[in-house]
Structures are given as structure tokens and as C-alpha cells.
């Protein structure tokens, strides 16, 4: 099956400074990479997401690059507030096995 | 609009006791399902998914069973739960297709003492 592998585990950063994370898969046929967002006690909820066939894709201060040669995706948060913290999952769905994998997550801090 | 039912929200339970969660979702057919665990300070495991009545997919041999006895009805069980289950699990659905965000139920905290 699909193994979907994310780094840092944990990042901290200063208010107004950049974030990424990156993510790597296996699965080839894995063909969409949602990336959500989870505060403490509640649900992971979508941020964005990335299909495919887009190698980058932006939505204000956040933005996901996608190589599917490398088979590895980044999430990119700019201008980090307070409130930007939280656990970041990324993930990918496998075509062939229909089926939605997490990574491990990121814990990420802003420092005001 | 579609909506997902994820009960109890919260749960104690003794170890050796059976269990069963439910979820359900409303305003959509045939999605694919999904049970996922987090323990505490983790990632997202998944458990379980489902692509349609009476299909499941086990994705982590354990005391777990699951089981989706309607279209939009799935059931997380055990028989005898283990302290090694507690954690916070998290239904989950998305279209049938699958490749679209997939949306959480509110998730349910098992505390196994």
C-alpha cells in the first residue's frame, strides 16, 4: 500500500517568518495530496490540496508544490501569525487502491 | 449539503469491554469510508476503509473489526478492548471516486482504563 512520510515532526517559527513541510510517497498512481490542518481536541480539516496533474498551487498565505518524478509534495505557509499553529497532516490518494493515506504530521508553533 | 454523525464524542471504558462506534452520513451515496485512530500526540492511522456495502479493507491486523451494514452507515466494534486502544478515532468520508477532500466526524476520545 501507500507510505506517505512527512518532515519535521515538529517546526518552530517566528511570527511573520516562512513554514514548509515536505512530504514524500510511494505509490505511483497516487494522484491527489490534500493537506489539513488539525487544532488541539478537534478534526483535521482541509486547507488545500493539489491534484496530479498541477506541479504548484496557492491560496494566499498558503501554497503546495508538487513533483511527481520525486514523488514528494511541500506545504508552504508565509507570513506565519499565532494562529497558523496547529498539527499539519499531508496526504495522498492512491488511484489503484482507493484509499487515503496521512502522514505522521507536524507540529507547528509560531512564536510571537 | 452533506453532513457525517460520528457518537459517543466521548467514551470510558474498562479494558475487556466490547465497543462499538457508530457513523453515519447524510446527503450523499455511496461514499468511500473511512475509520482512522490517532493516539495521543500521533499521526493519523487508518483502519479501516470502505468503498461500499459489506466491502471493507483492513489496513491494520488488530482487536478492530468494522463493518458498513447500509450505504452510509459505518461501525467501528471490538470484542474485547485492550489498553492499547485508547485514543482518538475519526470517521471519515469522501466521494466515491475518492481523489476529493475527504471530511472528518467529530471524532470520538476512548479512554480504556
Known amino acids: 500500500g501507500e507510505n506517505v512520510e512527512q518532515h519535521p515532526s515538529t517546526l518552530s517559527v517566528q511570527e511573520g517568518d516562512s513554514a514548509v513541510i515536505k512530504c514524500t510517497y510511494s505509490?505511483?498512481?497516487?494522484?491527489?495530496f490534500p493537506w489539513y490542518k488539525q487544532e488541539l481536541g478537534k478534526r483535521p480539516q482541509l486547507i488545500i490540496d493539489i491534484r496530479s496533474n498541477v506541479g504548484e498551487k496557492k491560496d494566499q498565505r498558503i501554497a503546495v508544490t508538487l513533483n511527481k518524478t520525486a514523488k514528494h509534495f511541500s506545504l508552504h505557509i508565509t507570513e506565519t501569525q499565532p494562529e497558523d499553529s496547529a498539527v499539519y497532516f499531508c496526504?495522498?490518494?492512491?488511484?489503484?487502491?482507493?484509499?487515503?493515506?496521512f502522514g505522521s504530521g507536524t507540529q507547528l508553533t509560531v512564536l510571537p | 449539503s452533506q453532513t457525517i454523525h460520528q457518537w459517543p464524542a466521548t467514551l470510558v471504558q474498562p479494558v475487556g469491554s466490547p465497543l462499538s462506534l457508530e457513523c453515519t452520513v447524510e446527503g450523499t451515496s455511496n461514499p468511500n469510508l473511512y475509520w482512522y485512530r490517532q493516539a495521543a500526540g500521533r499521526g493519523l492511522q487508518l483502519l479501516f476503509y470502505s468503498v461500499g456495502i459489506g466491502q471493507i479493507s483492513s489496513e491494520v491486523p488488530q482487536n478492530l473489526s468494522a463493518s458498513r451494514p447500509q450505504d452510509r452507515q459505518f461501525i467501528l466494534s471490538s470484542k474485547k478492548l485492550l489498553l492499547s486502544d485508547s485514543g482518538f478515532y475519526l470517521c471519515?468520508?469522501?466521494?466515491?471516486?475518492?481523489?476529493?477532500?475527504?471530511?472528518f466526524g467529530q471524532g470520538t476520545r476512548l479512554t480504556v482504563v
Open positions: 505509490d505511483s498512481a497516487s494522484n491527489y
Open positions: 496526504a495522498a490518494f492512491s488511484g489503484s487502491a482507493r484509499q487515503l493515506t
Open positions: 471519515a468520508w469522501s466521494i466515491s471516486q475518492g481523489n476529493t477532500e475527504a471530511f
